[in-house]
């Protein structure tokens, strides 16, 4: 079990949730969500019309959603592991050093796998 009192366990669960509702939400704008693997969603290609123009502004629409898709499902994965390792009792170890990761770092940023020492080697 880690050191995170009951009132920022509570604050720390509120904040990941949160932040889970917001990039499914987020996502959900440009993507749809796959069937068949969790936590994976698919760019829309969006179609604005048969001109080349229209084309190339569709195909620079979906790189875009493509990047920003991957960037947001990579933070979604992040929040829910954080989530479960709240549930789990395994939340705020360092994966590095197997360190507590302090508890206002956790706060800040309630994903966060790594302590400050370790970070900032990176």
Do not use: W
């Not at 991957?70 to 829910?80: A, F, G």
């Amino acid at each position: 079990m880690t050191h995170i009192d009951k009132e920022s366990h509570d604050k720390i669960k509120a904040k990941l949730l949160e932040k889970k509702q917001s990039l499914e939400a987020e996502l959900a704008k440009f993507t749809e969500k796959s069937d068949k693997v969790p936590l994976d969603y698919d760019a829309k290609f969006v179609d604005l019309g048969d001109s080349e123009e229209d084309n190339a502004m569709e195909v620079a629409m979906y790189e875009e959603n493509l990047s920003l898709e991957r960037v947001l499902e990579k933070s979604l994965q992040n929040v829910v592991k954080a989530l479960e390792m709240l549930e789990q009792g395994t939340y705020g170890i360092c994966e590095i050093c197997h360190n507590e990761i302090a508890v206002e770092r956790l706060m800040v940023q309630p994903e966060a796998t790594l302590c400050m020492s370790c970070k900032s080697k990176e």
